[in-house]
């Protein structure tokens, strides 16, 4: 059965809102009369950021019988939510917790099988197997997806991993910053959303941040390690330089020359 996004929607950009300091970024940008937000189909956050982002959909990967034992009140705000909340387990502990939220059928387990496998897929096919070698072999695209997948560390990846699952084309990140003063104890944590990131961006999806996140070094401006004050001279790529290239990317596609038979 295909996994039906628990919005009902099928949103091709999504902005994601973490609780970094880069977070302010995004409610500033709602302060001009007409609101300066990248337009998305969707807006997602996280934990304690759903007491105060308006927000399309939630995820909190935490154990909620564990987050209901630090706080009742914090039980009480999550069980009182009115849009769809996404977590790693429910069972009858947490049914029990967050009847609220059970009885509304907003509360959902993420396809965390679902998306290893897509993410498996999707690696295989980019290096050159075809769909019909994978559907006779269903668990290597398992296990593919489990060691390329599997490096969920925090909830931002976790994010990122279930966008790419359902198509979305853009994502905006906010406050997910992870190196700053005082969260030392957050920077191994940083690899892992910069690992989601790439993985992204190799998939065709485009990423943006805030030009003041430390993610992805965006604070240090547009520079390559080696050239200190010389960066270097990129040479636009021409259409003959174009052609071998994209020959050599997808030998097995005709190129726009053969599609309109010229010579």
Known sequence: MAWKHPTGGQPEVVN??????????YHA???????????????????KGLRTTLVDMGFI????????????????????????????????????LYPKLIEANLLGEFP????LDWIGARVLLAGGHTKAELQLK??????????????????????????LFIGCR????????????GMVAREDDRANTEYWCGMARAFGVEVTTPQDTTLLNMNQ????????????????LQPDGARALLDRLVP????????LGDE
């Open 16 to 25: 994601i809102v973490a609780l970094g300091p880069t977070n302010r970024s």
């Open 29 to 47: 940008l709602h302060l001009d009369y007409t609101p300066l937000v990248p337009p998305a189909d969707e807006t997602w956050t996280l934990n």
């Open 61 to 96: 990967m935490d154990d909620l019988v564990g987050e209901a034992r630090k706080s009742d009140r914090y039980r009480h705000d999550i069980d009182n939510l009115e849009v769809p909340i996404m977590t790693s387990i429910i069972d009858n502990d947490v049914r029990k």
């Open 112 to 115: 965390i099988d679902e998306v």
């Open 138 to 163: 269903p668990q290597m695209i398992s296990d593919v997806g489990e060691k390329c997948g599997y490096y969920l560390h925090n909830s931002i990846p976790f994010m990122i991993a279930y966008a």
């Open 170 to 181: 853009k994502i905006h990140l906010f406050g997910a910053d992870y190196t700053y003063p």
């Open 221 to 236: 401006g547009t520079r390559i390690y080696g050239y200190g004050a010389r960066p270097p001279i990129r040479n636009k």
């Open 252 to 259: 097995s596609e005709p190129t726009i020359a053969e599609v």
